[in-house]
Structure formats: C-alpha cells, structure tokens
C-alpha cells in the first residue's frame, strides 16, 4: 500500500520530535526578515544607497508574511504542548494529576524528542505510570 500524504506531510511527519524548534525557528526569523524588510520599505525607500532594493524588499516581505502566516499557528500549537506539560507538572494533588494525565499524554506524544521521556520520568516519580 503506498503512503498517504502529499510529499510535504510525509517530510512534516519524519521531522517528529524536531517540529517544535523547526517552527520555532522559522517563525522567529521570518517575522525578524519581515521586520527588516519593512524597514527597508517604510524608512530607505528613498535614500541614495539603499532605494535600489525597494523591489526586493517588498518580495523578501512577502515570501516572509507568507512564511509567518504557515509557521507560527503551528509553533503556537506545539507551544501549548509545552505549556500544557509545566502546569500539570505544577499540579501537587495526585487525584488531580490523574484526571491531568491524558492530557499530559496527548501533549508529550505531540512533542516527541525528550519531552515524551521527561513526562515519562515524571510519572514514575509521582507513582501514576501504568
């Protein structure tokens, strides 16, 4: 049976454990680019040196919209993993981190990397793995 998934999915689904700071990276960089392309367009459009690369900066800000547009929904989503995983790691009642533990599995298995043995670990240490 041949995989499911356009090209793109399959190579999103084999970075698994990595997609946190793929999109942490991208997100921040793009939105820096963005930043810098506007700077360009909005203050040096109109000096000497640098008015010939108005047209490129409004490219690069587009490519770069584009690119914060498709990267940051997906860094936010993995970010609330993480947060999801501190605050029940905060919780001290043990019947709270029971009803909590679904949810922690859920976030750690979307995270991968070390975040899935680090809530491992933690379950053992609270008596709640099984």
Known sequence: MAEEGSFLSRLWAKQYGNQYAITAIASASSAIFLLICGYQVLFLQNHATFGAYTGPAL????????????????????????????????????????????????????????????????????????
């Open 59 to 130: 490219v690069g800000a587009v490519i770069a919209l584009a690119l914060v547009l498709i990267s940051f929904p997906e860094y936010l989503r993995f970010k609330g993993h993480v947060l999801t995983l501190e605050e029940i790691k905060e919780l001290r009642s043990t019947a709270e981190l029971r009803r909590q533990k679904a949810d922690g599995d859920l976030a750690a298995q979307a995270l991968g990397a070390g975040h899935l043995e680090q809530w491992q670990a933690f379950l053992d240490s609270k008596g709640l793995r099984r």
